[in-house]
């Protein structure tokens, strides 16, 4: 079975969670070390390495994106689909998991993202760096 993958890195996440660990690191050296100061250091650590990369896999039957170990997996059936387009993503709209009345968004990286329609109203948006490959792969398994 053929398969597209595309990891991608998400480096504004990654700049902005280290920005966020030497500002702690910073204060932990002014003031010392207290619990706060640890719990904040622990959890951006642990944003960084869940948050740092987005994984996509398309196949023939449907499309799979996640992150890092393998977290918030997402699997989406062709079957379900009513629609796939590219849309622009303001910056506005961040990074991570967002959620919207209607639907979620994986992003790490890029302007743009894959928007899945699905036939029940609800959407998906994958962000991308990517967005045209991805979307001809998407199409090609789509048409069979």
Request: proline share 1%; glycine share 6%.
């Given at each position: 079975?053929?398969?597209?993958?595309?990891?991608?890195?998400?480096?504004?996440?990654?700049?902005?969670?280290?920005?966020?660990?030497?500002?702690?690191?910073?204060?932990?050296?002014?003031?010392?070390?207290?619990?706060?100061?640890?719990?904040?250091?622990?959890?951006?650590?642990?944003?960084?390495?869940?948050?740092?990369r987005l994984?996509?896999?398309?196949?023939?039957?449907?499309?799979?994106?996640?992150?890092?170990?393998?977290?918030?997996?997402?699997?989406?059936?062709?079957?379900?689909?009513?629609?796939?387009?590219?849309?622009?993503?303001?910056?506005?709209?961040?990074?991570?998991?967002?959620?919207?009345?209607?639907?979620?968004?994986?992003?790490?990286?890029?302007?743009?993202?894959?928007?899945?329609?699905?036939?029940?109203?609800?959407?998906?948006?994958i962000g991308?760096?990517?967005?045209?490959?991805?979307?001809?792969?998407?199409?090609?398994?789509?048409?069979?």
């Amino acid at each position: 079975m053929k398969a597209y993958k595309h990891s991608q890195l998400g480096y504004e996440v990654i700049i902005i969670l280290l920005l966020g660990l030497v500002a702690t690191i910073l204060v932990v050296y002014i003031n010392g070390m207290n619990a706060v100061n640890f719990l904040i250091i622990i959890a951006l650590l642990l944003v960084l390495l869940v948050f740092s990369r987005l994984h996509i896999i398309i196949t023939e039957n449907k499309v799979v994106t996640y992150f890092n170990l393998k977290l918030f997996k997402k699997t989406i059936l062709y079957e379900d689909i009513q629609g796939v387009k590219i849309v622009n993503i303001p910056f506005y709209y961040g990074w991570g998991i967002r959620f919207f009345l209607k639907g979620k968004m994986y992003k790490v990286s890029g302007k743009k993202a894959i928007k899945f329609d699905y036939k029940n109203g609800k959407f998906f948006m994958i962000g991308t760096d990517n967005s045209l490959v991805m979307l001809r792969e998407i199409l090609h398994f789509l048409k069979k």
